[in-house]
Each structure stands twice: as C-alpha cells, then as structure tokens.
C-alpha cells in the first residue's frame, strides 16, 4: 500500500468537508469553504497517480473552481455517469453543474492567472427545497433519482430526468439528517440523522421499510456528517457514529431482517465516514495453484473523529490497514476509484490523503458480469441493461416511409437523450435501431474491441472509447423495483397482502402488519413462549459479545449459498413492495375467527405496554401481537390482518397517541366464535312432538364486533381525520346516549347518538357510525347529518367507507352499497351465499374502492368483486391459481412505470402476483404451455381491472398484453384490440361503439399502444395502417 498526501489539493487552507473520485478515474472533486462563500472545485487525477506528471508543469492540477454556492460545501457527487457533478451546501441550495463547451482558460475574478480554469463547468440547475444546510446528496443506481438531505429533518428526492421536479420529500426524522445511500439494486435508501436512528425507505412507494435505532441509543454527542454506506452486493449497510458497550462502531445492518449483530470495532472517537469499495473481491490465486473457488468479499473504509483510517476486509476478522494520526482533525469523506485499487480521503484540516493498493493486499476484483451474477442469484435481476431486440430483425428491411420516420424520430430521441435527464414520455421507451441494428448490439461489439494494457505494476489499464451517443440514458425506476423472487412451493403460504388508504389524494402503500418477518410464517402456532420478543427489528446486541466475537465479520456472499437456499434467505428479506390501494379502506374489526380468553387479551395487550417502554419500533409491538396471537389460536388459521386503524396509525411514522391505542387493540381482539362451532338451536315445541325432528339447516352468519365503552380511530390521513366514541355517556328521557365526537384538522364537532355505537368507518368526505339497535347515521365530515337512520336486517359484522361511498356487510352475510352523493343504492342486501361455499370460509377482508366497487376476501385466498353492471359476483383473485404461477411477463413490463400498477387489484393480488412471476423462472412448463398461460393471466388482469373500474391499471396491463401478443407475434388479437380501440372510422346510428373506457379516450390509448407494435418490424403494415386512420381523424 503506498500513501501520498498531495500538498497542492487545498482550498487555502479551509476545511474540505467532501472528495468524489470521477468515474473515469481522471479528475476528483472536492467541496469545502471558500474564502467568503462555499466552493467547489475540480482536480487532475493524473499528478496524484504519477510522480512524473506532479512535477511536469504543463500537467494542470486543478482544472476548475467554483464559487457560486453562497455558504459552505458540505457534500461533492459525480453522477454514475460522470456527465453531472451535484453539491449540497449550507445555503440550503443543491447545484447540479455539466462541463460546458471549452472557450479557453477563463479565470476567477480577483485571482491570479495560475488559477485559470483549464476546464468550463457550469450549474444547470440549482434545486430549492430544503429549509436547512443541505448535509449530503446521493445519485441512485442508473442516475433515475438524485437525493438530498438537511438539516430539515427531510429527505428529498429529485427527478433526475427532469430537473428540477421533485418526486417526493420522506419525512420521519425528529432530527439532523447527515448521511444517505442507495441500495445498489436501487430498492433502498437509508438515511442516518441526529436523532439516533437510521431508516431505510422503499424507492417503490417512498415508505418506511425499517427504523433501527438500537445501536444509536447510547451515542453522545454529535458528529459533523453521518456518511453510511451499503455494500456493492447490496447484503450490508454500514453506519456511521454508533456505539457497542460505550465504545465507537460502524455498525453493520444486514439486509436480511435488518439484523444488527455485528459492527468494526476499534475506532477511539466516533466514526464519521463510511464507503465501500465498488468492487466485489475474490481471494488471488496464487502463480501455477489450482484456483479453487474462493467466497467472494467486499472491502470496507472507515473514518473517525479520532483521525484515523481503517480498511477493513469483510473475510478477515481484523482491519487490513488502520492508519492513526492521518489528518490533524476529524475525516470528512472517502471516495474509491471506481477499479477499487485507490482511495482519496479528506479532513476537516483542509488536507487530502491519497492510498493506493494492490491486487495482492485486496483480491481479485470480479468482473461486472460476475458481479451481475451475484445481483441476479440474490435479487432476481442484475444491474445490466438487457435488451429484448431478436436478433432476426436485425437485418429487417424497413418498407415504408412512415416506418422509417419513426424509426429515426426514436434513434435522434435517443441520441438527444445522451445521459441528459430527459423527461418521462409516457409510451414505453423502445429499443433504438441504427443501420439495421440495435444499440444494445452496437454497445456490445464496441466492448468487445476494448483495448487492454497492462502497466509495469501488472494494473490492467483500459483506453476509453467513446460510445457516450449510443447511450439512450434510458434506465429505469421499474428495473430496480422488483421484489424477491419465491419459489412456486412458498408462495402459497404468503397473506393476501391487502393494504389501506383512507385519503382520496394518496396512493402510497400501507404493508400488512401481519405479513410476514424472517423465520415467522403466520400461519403456524410458535414454539416459543408467550412473553418471547419479536425477532423483527429488534437488535440482538443485548448480550455483550468478546471483542474476538465481534471481530468476526465473516459476511458471507450469496455466490457462498447453494441456489435452493439463496432463495429462502431472499423469501424471508422482509420485502413489503406491494402497490398500494389508492384510498380503499379495509376492515377487519369483527372478521377474526378466533375464540380466546379475555385474559390472553390482556396479557397480549400488557406485553405492548412493556415493549412500548424499551422499544421504539412500532413493528416489534406488532410482532409481538402476533406472536401471542399465534399461541392462542386452537388450530392453525389463515394469517390474520391487524384492523386498518393500526395499520394507519403506523404510516408516515405519525406517533401513536397512547390514550388511543388500547381500544384499537380491543376491536382487533374482538372474542367471536366461528359459525361450525355455533350449537344449532331446537324448537321449544320439539320436546312435546314424539318423532324426532332433524335440526333445521344453519343459518350463514358472520361476526359482529363486540361493544365497547370507548374507542376511537384515525379515519383519515390527508386531511387528518380522527373519531372518538363513547358509549353510555348520559341518560336523558329513559334512553341512555352515546357520543360521537371528531376532530378534522384540529377543529372538532360532537353528537349524541339514542344507541350503543359498535362499529365507525370514515372517509376524508364522510362518517358513518353502526348502532347496536342495527341503525346506520352518516355524517359530512364536518358533522351534518347527511341521511335519516338506515334500518339493516341484521346487526353489522364489517363497515367500510370510501370517498362518498358506503359498505355495510351485515352478520346476515348480506352486503349494501350507498352512494351518498347521489343518495342511490347501488348494491341492495345482496347475499354472500354464492362465494361462501364450504363450511370452513370465511371472510378475512373486506373493501371497497374509490369508485364504490366491493371487495370481499375470503379465508381460502379467493377474492371477489360485486360487479355493479353485471349485478354479479365476479372472482378477481386467486391465491391459488396456477396461471399466477407460471404467467411469465418480465420481459414485457414498461420501463419507464417506476411505481407499476397501484391499485385495488395490485392491493388484493399484491405478494401473490410477484411470488407468481418470479416463481415463473422455475416452472418446467414447455415454452408454449408458458405461452398460453401467460397470455390467459393478461386478459384475466385485463378483465378484473375493468370490473374494478381501475383506470389506470387497465392501461398497465393492457401495455404488457401489448408488448407480450407483439413479442409472441400474435397479429389476430393485436389487429382486434387495435379495432377495437380504433372503433368506427364514420359514425352511425347502429353502432354501439364507446369512445372511453374508465374515463380513458380509446383513440389515446391507442396512440400508446402504437409505438409498442412498431418496436417490432414484423408487424410494421398492422403499425403503418393504423397509425394512418388516427391521422386522418386526427385532421377531421
């Protein structure tokens, strides 16, 4: 290992808070104070590397200075694809700066002529947001999203494709956020803040995956920044600045569980740094021994306050290097070259250190298709950009102009689309063809021409080639979102994951707190005992481990893991991406099968208590709930989902108010014995009849939820919405009344009721309350009584509210449906009977959509909807279904949909629909087989959505079927959707052609649909013929 501290990197002698390393490897930039405003400036690489070059004169060192931010540089990042430098700094402004055209040596004003610019770079845009210092930006996987973070508490995360949009703000922490990473398969981001916790947020619907806070709660004091770091195979994230048995760590997070066993230990003072090296390692072999296959490693740097350096292997039990006394002040930042052979590293004492280290201390780097591998055996997907061009068509001639006008309009917008952030269209992005070939074919073959020369210490060098024009800067959000692959045998056993929504304006999803965790499956009774603790979030650190113990940071690789086992560890990463139900309500108060003693409840519900006071994870509470409710259950039920006021209250990490926690637990646990269980009562009459009389049939029943005294519940998040009932308040006139009251945005209304209330559902539009005496009222949101008192045929088992739509499914198993805007039923008392077939179901959900459509869950896995046309149960889900099984669409879906489809029917099919594609990859079926499965499941979806009146999953799934008939070459059913989406081209009075569905134009859809087909030159007549009839009724 050489160490060289290059003397003229400085900014006059002010601190350096920040040093990225170029990818290219030619030029670093560093960030710091200036004279009187921040200042960011841009290194040669080449006198840092070589003597030579540092004492030629006509090498420049410094290449470009800039002054425009107003306060200090906090933090300096090369995007992926070193066309974009971003800095953050304290005057709460992000800048992101590309090299301009060169006009020669350009000075700053005020300075010497030796200063001059070698190189323009200037800002192209400046990002407003934040309402504090920013503290450290981070470039996504494929340069998709840029974030920052402040002294704001927030997260924000930018549109890198069209600056300045931001895509969403995470808000959660209750202090300084100074540290944030991507995940490298871009699944994840983890924040580090001030308030002794870091998160991880999913970049699929910008929630809270995990807050772990354990290792940070005996931390003191501050640091200036809180760099994390996750490891290039994604297994790892390493924090900064916490604390195991009162001395300094670099905690390790695993991503399996968010288990936080193991952290570097050593440092005297806090750590303030941490930065894996981008390559993965593998043991080197030695000249003329057989290469056995080595466990491939990561390596890891690390800086302190203690001014020190330590590198670490995560083979080796012990630091590789650890430097003491490198700086005179505390390290600010570490960038690895992007070969991961050398490493910069700044301080706070204005100095720049540079290390350089050879293959034989760090290993053989793998090459980025092994590296690929190890992404693609973990997370079911490699970073590499694949293309589904067939080859064949390569050398398709193109017949028609109009043909060749799109094709060019697509190779010039791919050429415009050079790295730039481009702006999102809409129609799917197509793979470019340029003389006959496509670029993906062109990038390979350039590749293949790399030109490779070895210097005299055996470093391998590569002589750049050009091929920036042919990049289509193309990469997706949806690439990077998927969610583990299952194999077919376990994804029978995973919950419907049925999530909730109460505002009409989000979309975001609400996981199941009764999904699953690692080693936890719901559906078995635990061995463990009652008061055992979760192994959720919690940290296992409580036992002091030997330093030798702790030392042991034998993280072990996935390549390690034979395939089988790979994907059990995947099946049990808590992956909870399922899309979200925009706004549907769920209830399960009152739908639990469960018969148990008040006293299990109380215990479960006193074991909360007791976690609430050590624990800050929302999660562990549930957990433990769970748990305890494993244990009670006297045979083995379907997983159960906690009542939607939890889930609500755990969202958006909105602190749950104590005085209304425990009657939302007593809803949940409401006591209810299943109907098989139920004695079936004989007339009083029978005893005096002779003949034996056979007991009459058992009446379907649900159900009801118990009465309470109180209980309250969130029935809204945007505005917030909260409802408070109290039973039996006051007697007046014989009768005795029950209040209602709510709060809406902190303006509160009451009113009294003549009966017990058992049961509230809201919306952020209205409320509406069950009665014991089997009364519904329904109020506006601000406490108008909208309606008289509806009179139901039997006691209430579930409510549910939406928008202006009411469900009230009654322990009768009849089901209505209101629309209390044009005060209109639109389902009246229809039964359950027809979907409840069997003695054993039951129903686990129940829902209902924006658009006023119900759904009902049952415990076999089936989900069905009332069509409201058809006047008809129709089933829209199936856990059970084998089509999900084996429907194989990868290839198909939209790279530019980052979020995919969000909805009812993502909601109802949600874990099952993802286990189903992925298991896809090891079905055995014969391609045809596959084939027709697959093309049966896409109009399954298609239909469902409509009948969900899901607008914008109907026009998800009919892109993929698109995509899916063009690339099976299915002309019959591409020309009839493309009729029928067309429709007449004259009108008449016979034809009963609509011009929308779901609200959405066909023609338009259409237009989207158009520049799929074209993406495949078989069909380009169909393309050509269609394209020419919109044109023409484009010009009517």
Known sequence: MKLLKPSWVSHNGKPIFSVDIHPDGTKFATGGQGEDSGKVMIWNMAPVLREEDEKNDNIPKMLCQMDNHLACVNCVRWSNNGLYLASGGDDKLVMVWKRAAFIGPSTVFGSSSKLANVEQWRCVTILRNHTGDVMDVSWSPHDVWLASCS????????????????????????????????????????????????????????????????????CGGTTHVLRLSWSPDGQYLVSAHAMNNSGPTAQIVERDGWKTNMDFVGHRKAVTVVKFNPKIFKKKQKNGSSSKPSCPYCCCAVGSKD???????????????????????????????????????????GTVAYLDFSLDELGDPLSEEEKNTIHQNIYGKSLAITSTQEPQLATTIIENPEMLKYQQERQSSAQNNCGVPCADSSAPKLNSVMNGESLED?????????????????????????????????????????????????????????????????????????????????????????N???????????????????????????????????????????????????????????????????????????????????????????????????????????????????????????????????????????QIISPPEREPVRPAAAAVVTAPTPAPAAILTLPTPSLQKAFSMQVSMEPAVFLEVENEVTSAAGSRLSQLRCSRDGREWNTLLPSSVIAAAGSSDILVVACQDRTLSVFSSCGRRLLPSIKLASPVSALNCSAHFVMALTAGATLSVWDLRKQKALVKNESLTTILSGSEVNVSQSLLTQQGVPIISLSNGKSFCFSLSLETWTLIADRGDCLVQCADFRSCLPTQEASGASGPLATLQGRNLNAGRMASRFSTAPHHLQQSMTLAFLENQLAAALTLQSASEYRYWLLIYTRFLVNEGSEFRLRELCKDLLGPVHKSSSTAWEATTLGLLKRELLREVLPVIGENLRFQRLFTEYQDQLEQLRNK
């Open 151 to 218: 002294v704001d508490n927030t997260i924000v995360i930018w549109n890198a494709r069209k600056f300045p949009e931001m895509v969403t703000c995470l808000r959660g922490h209750t202090g300084l956020v100074k540290g944030l990473t991507w995940d490298p398969v871009g699944k994840y981001i983890a924040s580090q803040a001030d308030d002794h916790s870091l998160k991880v947020w999913r970049t699929l619907d910008w929630q809270m995956e995990a807050n772990i806070t354990k290792p940070f709660s005996e």
């Open 307 to 349: 001014r020190s350096l330590s590198v670490w292997l995560t083979s080796l039990k012990r630091p590789l290097v650890v430097i003491h006394d490198l700086f005179d002040k505390s390290i600010m930042d570490i960038s690895w070259t992007l070969t991961g052979l050398g490493m910069l590293v700044c301080s706070m004492d």
């Open 532 to 670: 055992a603790a979760p192994k959720g979030l919690e940290d296992t650190k409580d036992q002091v481990l030997p330093s030798s113990v702790k030392a042991g940071l034998l993280l072990t690789s996935a390549s390690k893991i034979e395939p089988m086992k790979a994907l059990d560890s995947r099946f049990t990463e808590r992956s909870k991406t399922t899309p979200g139900i925009p706004a549907a309500i769920s209830s399960t108060a009152g739908l639990l099968p469960l018969e148990r003693p008040k006293d299990v409840v109380a215990s479960v519900l006193k074991d909360v208590k007791a976690k609430e006071d050590t624990s800050s994870d929302s999660e562990d509470k549930m957990a433990a709930i769970n748990k305890n409710l494993a244990l009670c259950k006297r045979k083995p039920e379907p997983p159960m989902m906690d009542g939607a006021e939890v889930v609500e209250k755990r969202k958006k990490g909105r602190p749950r108010k104590e005085k209304m926690a425990p009657p939302i637990m007593n809803q949940c646990f409401t």
């Open 442 to 530: 062109i990038r390979k073959n350039l590749l293949k021409k790399q030109v490779e020369t070895r210097t005299a210490d055996g470093r391998r060098r590569i002589t750049p080639l050009c091929i920036a024009q042919l990049d289509t800067g193309d990469f997706s959000p949806a690439l990077f979102n998927s969610v583990p692959i299952l194999p077919s045998s376990l994804s029978n056993q995973l919950p419907p994951q049925l999530s909730t929504e109460s505002s009409s304006g989000q979309a975001a999803a609400a996981p199941s707190l009764g999904g699953l965790r690692p080693n936890m499956d719901p559906t078995l009774p635990q061995p463990a005992p009652a």
